[in-house]
Nanobody, 128 residues
């Protein structure tokens, strides 16, 4: 059973930065595409960023392009989300997600249904 544990959330002022981490265990991390989603109160879960199993291909939601960067370290079974120039509208619970492993890398999935496993989430609050 794959387990995902997020960390790095917290309270930050607008314009600041945070780095989220997601540690994976129990699966074949190096063959799984990974993603970050977020959900604000009263809103649907939103795609933030995705990365292929090799790390060569990334994708971003329009609201975060140019400000957030997704990366992964397959040796550490960890995926990261570097968030810069944070805005109050970035406030949400951020979830890490993993796709089922594939023999070759695939383009990052953008929908929640593309992902099989989910972490518990970490709260990010950006104050104005």
């Amino acid at each position: 059973q794959v387990q995902l544990v997020e960390s790095g959330g917290g309270l930050v002022q607008a314009g600041g930065s945070l780095r989220l981490s997601c540690a994976a265990s129990g699966g074949t991390f190096s063959r799984s595409g990974m993603g970050w989603f977020r959900q604000a109160p009263g809103k649907e879960r939103e795609f933030v960023a995705g990365i292929s199993s090799s790390g060569r291909t990334t994708a971003y939601g329009d609201p975060v392009k140019g400000r957030f960067t997704i990366s992964r370290d397959n040796a550490k079974n960890t995926v990261y989300l570097q968030m810069n120039s944070l805005k109050p509208e970035d406030t949400a619970v951020y979830y890490c997600a993993a796709r089922l492993p594939t023999p070759i890398p695939t383009i990052p999935g953008r929908g929640p249904s593309d992902y099989k496993y989910w972490g518990q989430g970490t709260q990010v609050t950006v104050s104005s």
